[in-house]
């Protein structure tokens, strides 16, 4: 994939680098050709702590060092030499006659697998580089993390392994009367359900425990043996103290009523992995520090379970001693799965977590040219092909649409999740001659090919026609695919993806429940987004929290924003309470480490000071809403300092006095500045001419 961005245009500043680590002899494993390569000694410090199954990788530009793809990379080894378990060594025949590029990663290995998994690694914009030289042999000394004294490591993506995640919201407990009050701590560990050679079935845990209450009630064995595998075995809590995923505690994350409470497991195993959560509780009388909790109980979640890619469980809980049902859990889960196209994604380059400084006040065209069926003067019909030109020709820097699937799994760009339909002749309007559809029931040949109604035209009985309806480019429901080949690559795309979900009050944004599964649904998106691109800046974003984390996992390139509702007095608020709050919606794009959020202007509005909730965390804050179509408001929101607003009327509403976005400008200024070194490497003059244009001379 191509890069957005020249080599010297900034990143956001970081935190200066420590020293870099001693000298150390190098390490037994040597990795590549001898023949026409340079032997080259890779020594990195890692300043924090490694979980017993992580270790220290390279990956690069060349074939030792996997020419980029993760499962290539070469391992390192812990050097010892030092009596220091922080430095990591690797030697490496790289080319000689051209220049390396390379990045360290955090990796896990599945010993029964061999396969690699990405945990951590480093996303600067320009890798580490050794230049093109002729010395047979060198060394570079680096800290993991830090490239030219600024940190840049990111959490990786799903590969081949499978993450998995319970949520236990508000305390989600129901006890006998005399245990109501408890604080309990949960604690879930992922176990092995694979039975063994010798045909003896075998419950193990799937990665190193440390001494827990639940080895006095369970037949648990250390990670190791045979037939066992490996997962990372981690936690978050939603709140403004703590919200980035970490290891489990020995016993467990408190869950108290006011508590989100995320457990991020990865497997590797997903239909061979159980997991058995473990409840405790601290004594009113004992401080914690002083003693064990009280092991009250617990729950085996075995894989058949798992009907969907999401769910609800409820779960009865044992008791630790006299193993009598002591009570009911309910606990939401999500299974993010890998796309097929993620074990081939390459570590060039990532773009998940990254913005320029110099995009802030961007103009993002609503569905386009804006909504077509809340104002009666609009002429050109939303979410086509001809809206997003139109907006992009008036200035867009971006253009904000909706993607769906139809019933044949091809993504569509429509916002509604209902459409109406003609029953009669095309040319009859009678007042029961209309039939509302979901839109997923409908294949793209019959969206296509039949007389469709939105559903404002629906309900309302009124239909509206739109300049040069007939035209293909006016159609309504392209495809994806199609969209991304009709605009210029340099206008970037907020890819809105739509999933109905449930609200508050228990009913459904769309009538019917979903039959496609998330994994397949995000994926046929993906499919479409990751082949057509290229170079283009591509924002996802949703309203559904678990889809975002999808968005996440399942990919290495493009940034993910969490579209959230906040107060507001327009919409009812979704069950799930992560975007209910500006608040809960930070917490949950820090923990996800998500590009940043995109907040209701109506919240904004009500309390202005909510963005410094998102700045201070450092993500990236984008705006919708009908408050936004006013040139009042958007200066107002320019001016506290959001990177983008999405609003209608591009050609009515924008301040730009030259109509083209700020990555077109940017690509134009790059330009400029490889031909002024061109011109000079070739004896060249570049001077500006009176009329103010550059231009080199003989």
Not at 409 to 433: A, N, R
Request: aromatic share 8%; glycine share 6%; hydrophobic share 40%.
């Amino acid at each position: 994939m191509e890069r957005w961005l020249t080599a010297h245009e900034c990143e956001d500043a970081a935190m200066g680098a420590p020293s870099v680590c001693p000298a150390t002899p190098p390490a037994q494993s040597i990795y590549g050709d001898i023949t026409a390569n340079r032997l080259w000694t890779f020594r990195v410090l890692v300043n924090e702590d490694l979980a017993a199954n992580e270790q220290l990788a390279i990956v690069g530009s060349c074939e030792a060092l996997g020419n980029w793809q993760h499962s290539g990379a070469a391992v390192m080894k812990q050097s010892t030499a030092d009596g220091s378990d922080n430095v990591w060594i690797a030697q490496v025949y790289i080319p000689r006659q051209c220049a390396t590029e390379y990045r360290y990663m955090v990796c896990g290995v599945d010993a029964a697998s061999e396969h690699v998994l990405v945990r951590r690694w480093e996303v600067q914009l320009q890798p580490r580089r050794i230049t093109e030289l002729d010395e047979p042999t060198g060394q570079c000394d680096d800290t993991f993390g830090y490239v030219n004294g600024k940190a840049k490591v990111d959490r990786g993506w799903l590969t081949q392994e499978t993450l998995v995640q319970f949520k236990f919201f508000h305390a989600p407990f129901t006890f006998k009367q005399r245990m109501k009050r408890r604080l309990v701590h949960v604690k879930v560990t992922p176990m092995n359900l694979t039975i063994p050679s010798n045909g003896a079935a075998e419950i193990t845990p799937l990665s190193p425990l440390e001494d827990s209450l639940s080895n006095d009630t369970h037949d648990t064995r250390e990670n190791g043996g045979e037939g066992s595998a490996f997962a990372f075995n981690e936690v978050v809590t939603l709140s403004a103290n703590e919200c980035e995923v970490h290891a489990q505690e020995q016993f467990g994350t408190a869950c108290s009523d006011s508590d989100l409470v995320i457990f991020h497991l990865t497997v590797a195993d997903l239909d061979n992995t159980a997991y058995l959560v473990d409840l405790y509780s601290y004594s009113s009388k004992v401080a914690r520090e002083d003693g064990p909790p009280l092991h009250l109980g617990y729950h085996y979640v075995l894989p058949n379970l798992f009907k969907r890619s999401e769910g609800n469980l409820e779960l009865a809980i044992t008791c630790a001693k006299g193993h009598r049902p002591l009570g009911m859990m309910r606990l939401g889960y999500l299974i993010v799965k890998p796309s097929s196209l993620s074990a081939h994604m390459d570590m060039r380059v990532s773009y998940a977590r990254y913005w320029n400084n110099k995009w802030t006040g961007l103009d993002v065209g609503h569905r386009g040219s804006g909504t077509s069926f809340k104002a009666k003067d609009a002429v050109i019909r939303e979410n086509t092909i001809t809206s997003l030109k139109y907006a992009a020709d008036h200035g867009a820097d971006m253009v904000e649409f909706d993607v769906q699937l139809s019933k044949d799994l091809v993504p569509v760009v429509y916002h509604d999740f209902m459409i109406y339909v003609s029953l009669k002749s095309k040319c009859s309007m009678q007042e029961h001659d209309f039939l509302a559809l979901p839109v997923r029931e409908l294949t793209l040949e019959q969206l296509k090919k039949l007389k469709v109604y939105h559903t404002a035209e629906g309900l309302s009985r009124e239909t509206r026609s739109f300049h040069n309806d007939d035209l293909l480019e006016h159609q309504p429901f392209p495809q994806l695919a199609d969209v991304l080949d009709a605009l210029d690559v340099h206008i970037g795309f907020n890819i809105e993806i739509k999933w109905s979900q449930r609200l508050q009050d228990g009913s459904m944004e769309e009538e019917f429940e979903h039959v496609v599964d998330r994994n397949l649904y995000i994926d046929c998106i993906l499919d479409v987004v990751l082949r057509k691109a290229g170079s283009r800046r591509v924002v996802f974003s949703c309203f559904d929290p678990d889809i975002c984390t999808m968005l996440r996992y399942k990919q290495n390139r493009y940034p993910v924003m969490f579209l959230t509702i906040g107060s507001s007095s327009k919409y009812q608020k979704y069950m799930d309470p992560r975007g209910n709050s500006m608040e809960t919606a930070v917490w949950h794009a820090v923990a996800m480490q998500l590009l940043g959020i995109v907040a209701h202007t109506e919240d904004l509005l009500r309390d202005p000071s909510q963005v410094n909730l998102a700045k201070e965390r450092g993500l990236v804050l984008f705006c919708w809403g009908d408050d936004n179509n006013s040139k009042d408001t958007i200066k107002l929101l320019k001016d506290l300092g959001l990177h983008a607003i999405i609003y209608d009327k591009m050609d009515v509403l924008t301040s730009k006095e030259v109509k083209q976005s700020v990555f077109l400008l940017q690509a134009k200024d790059s330009q400029k500045e490889m031909l002024k070194l061109q011109a000079l490497e070739t004896g060249h003059v570049w001077h500006t001419t009176d009329s103010g244009n550059e231009e080199q001379q003989a």
